[in-house]
């Protein structure tokens, strides 16, 4: 079943809409979306390597108005759905701890979840919740999806054959490792939160 996922995405990546494709993946993967675009940047890349500065750019620009996105996702809908249910529970003062506390690492905890395959959307909407300055969100957004999807495409540009038979061989092991890595991200914010 993964194989043929697999071959799936690489028939997507040659398609004439893949590029919107990924650019839409990216945007919502960033606010609402459970699935990274990575998946797709790989194949793309790997069908087409000489364009892989442009699917990077696509990916990052993309991904930070999605991040914008869930910002804003964060920021107004908190009082309407998000502090109802704090209070309902008792933690409202747990909360502006917390709020705090991210302030005062925002720029950090933004470069670092972004970079990391932990689920940035959960990143976006807390930050819109906590009301983290729109600057400091949006430079470290661009700098750590920057660097998130420039050296992943980077990377499968520079070792592209090889590494395309890897996945191809390891298909399994990687898929598993990549569910692992995201569980292990809702199981760490579950722990920090």
Not at 108 to 129: D, E, R
Not at 166 to 173: A, D, N, P, S, T
């Amino acid at each position: 079943m993964i194989h043929s996922l697999y071959n799936w995405t690489l028939g997507l990546a040659g398609h004439r809409h893949a590029l919107l494709v990924l650019g839409l993946i990216a945007f919502v993967e960033s606010s609402v979306f459970p699935i990274p675009p990575d998946v797709l940047l790989f194949t793309m890349v790997l069908a087409s390597r000489s364009q892989w500065l442009k699917l990077a750019l696509i990916c990052t620009v993309a991904s930070v108005l999605g991040g914008l996105f869930g910002y804003a996702i964060g920021l107004f809908l908190y009082e309407s759905l998000g502090k109802p249910l704090l209070d309902f529970y008792g933690y409202a003062d747990k909360f502006v701890d917390f709020q705090s506390h991210y302030n005062d690492w925002g720029a950090w905890i933004v470069f670092v979840f972004g970079v990391t395959p932990f689920p940035y959307k959960v990143i976006t909407i807390a930050s819109g919740v906590t009301q983290l300055d729109i600057w400091t969100f949006s430079i470290s957004s661009i700098a750590s999806r920057g660097l998130r999807f420039f050296v992943v495409a980077g990377l499968l540009y520079w070792l592209g054959p090889p590494i395309r038979q890897f996945i191809e061989r390891w298909l399994g092991l990687v898929f598993t490792v990549f569910c692992v890595m995201l569980i292990g991200g809702f199981i760490v914010l579950k722990v920090l939160l």
